[in-house]
């Protein structure tokens, strides 16, 4: 029997929360009222983290304008949720699927069934690294709740060895998992679970936010979003299709069948049919203009008017 294993009890994730000792006595209600209140620090904790979560947006979309890519690496919670926001980007905002890819430890089959056992492997993550021909261009984020996943730190050492900038998202304090060789470390701190050391809770949703503010902002620095519409949303079934009948007709003065027919025009891209739309340009105009400024809409429409 192994001996040498690590003492994790000191960690802010393990710890048993003084608020849910009666958890098991609880009614129904009572465990509904328990799991708002303390899902209300996983918003205290986005707060306090906000500069760091700002850099890493400025940076990641610094190296994706450059050519680079976004990778969310991890195991079991964590590294389900990175697959999960890598896999919403590309419907939401027509990114080509290996612009943010998600890793987790164990592969596909980890989405579904329990593989934590692998997360005690750095050279699985290091390998992941190698196998995805990461660059300097590249921007790669390990999640761990608790910090100390050898997957993951395995995974970020190959990344920085390689030139890659580095992002790391934790839920315990620096002072309990330090980590120096990564150029942004994010802190998500909402302290103990209401199921002692059970990280898919608190941990897992201020990680799901966390991702959420990271790839949406990023999209909106890459010009993927008009105001505060996805304007390069993918029509590819009727709901979707829909939203961008609807976006096109909130942003202009046309009817449901003129914007049916501009949206065909524009071969299903609404962001080439508003511009199509504002400026007069065809489709292959358009199609340059966008080009010429990165696909950013709104600098089209202003170096079109002179602006």
């Known amino acids: 029997m192994k001996e040498d294993f690590v003492e994790r009890g000191h960690l802010l994730t393990e710890q048993v929360n003084p608020n849910s000792q009666t958890l098991d006595q609880l009614t129904a209600l009572e465990i509904v009222d328990l799991f708002n209140r303390e ?58 699927p290996d612009l943010v890819q998600g890793i987790i430890a164990g592969g596909s089959g980890a989405l579904v069934r329990s593989s934590e056992d692998l997360e005690d492997r750095p050279e699985d993550g290091a390998e992941a690294i190698a196998h995805r021909q990461v660059t300097e261009l590249d921007v790669v984020v390990g999640i761990t709740a608790g910090g100390t996943t050898p997957y993951v730190h395995g995974a970020l050492r190959a990344a920085r060895q390689r030139g890659a900038a580095t992002v790391f998202i934790a839920c315990v304090p620096r002072d309990q998992v330090s980590l120096d060789t990564v150029d942004i470390d994010i802190r998500l701190l909402v302290g103990p679970e209401i199921l002692a050391g059970s990280t898919r809770l608190k941990a897992g949703t201020v990680t799901k936010l966390a991702l959420n503010i990271l790839s949406t902002g990023v999209m909106v620095k890459l010009g993927k979003v008009y105001g505060n519409r996805m304007v390069d949303v993918a029509v590819t079934n009727t709901k979707l299709h829909d939203r961008a009948l609807r976006i096109l007709q909130d942003l202009t003065d046309l009817s449901r069948e003129e914007a049916i027919a501009l949206l065909e025009q524009s071969g299903l891209q609404v962001k080439l049919a508003l511009l199509m739309h504002w400026t007069g340009l065809d489709r292959q105009g358009g199609d340059r203009l966008l080009t010429q400024h990165q696909g950013n809409l709104r600098q089209a429409i202003q170096d079109f008017k002179g602006y």
Do not use: H, K, N, W
């Open 39 to 96: 899902d209300a620090q996983t918003i205290a904790a986005i707060a306090a983290a906000r500069m760091d979560l700002a850099e890493a947006i400025d940076r990641t979309a610094a190296a994706l304008r450059q050519g680079g890519r976004l990778f969310y690496i991890g195991a079991g919670t964590s590294g389900r949720l990175g697959v999960l926001d890598a896999a919403e980007c590309p419907p939401t905002f027509c990114t080509p």
